[in-house]
């Protein structure tokens, strides 16, 4: 397998378990959980795609050279916020094309369950095809509406976007033990 073709396969497997994992969350609180529950996951999801269509365009957005002056200062996150925006194409893809596709996925079928689940419980199988229609516009709404809005603030904040998620990933690698070993790029576990 050449390069691309082995990433594309790694990419597809980890949509795969990521779709996988969110699908199971939403399907365990809403066999367990009262129905604002489930209703609570579909809002997360959607919030999730946002928020990662926000860190995929900051990436994109974004300018090396200030996070060069603040890692000479060690400011928390400069030095993996420089990695970041030399990546941007692949933080991007993975942010906005893998999370935000998976998300967009994840919850259609979260609505679509939700309004059965609804339809049934509530004996409104007659207005099932209606409600999602709503439901279905509804979601589309926010999840676009968001996405819009989240654009233009990646765009004017992308420096500050960019640290944050810096930061933020150190604490996890951090906290996980995964240290980088100094010039190799690779993860040492």
């Known amino acids: 397998m050449g390069g691309s073709t082995k990433r ?7 949509t795969f378990f990521l779709s996988i994992s969110i699908s199971l969350l939403f399907q365990l609180t809403q066999t367990r959980t009262t129905y604002w529950v489930s209703v609570f996951v579909l809002l997360a ?10 860190i995929g365009t900051a990436t994109t957005a974004a300018s ?14 400069a030095k993996k916020a420089i990695e970041l925006v030399r990546k941007a194409d692949q933080v991007a893809n ?5 999370v935000g596709d998976i998300c967009g996925t994840v919850s259609g079928s979260i609505s679509a369950a939700l309004v059965i689940d609804f339809a049934i419980n509530n004996k ?7 409600m999602s229609l709503l439901v279905v516009g509804l979601v589309s709404a926010v999840t676009v509406g968001g996405k819009a809005a ?12 960019v640290l944050k998620t810096a930061f933020l990933m150190e604490k996890f690698e951090h906290y996980f033990g995964w240290k980088r070993q ?8």
């Open 64 to 77: 090396e050279k200030p996070f060069h002056a603040m890692a000479s200062d060690r400011v928390d996150g």
């Open 45 to 54: 999801v959607i919030f999730l795609g946002i928020i990662f269509d926000l």
């Open 150 to 161: 989240s654009k233009s603030l990646a765009i004017k904040k992308s420096s500050v976007i």
């Open 94 to 98: 993975f942010c906005n094309d893998v």
């Open 124 to 130: 409104l199988v007659s207005y099932q095809d209606l």
């Open 182 to 189: 100094p010039g190799s790029g690779k993860d040492k576990r």
């Open 8 to 14: 594309a396969f790694r990419v597809g497997m980890l």
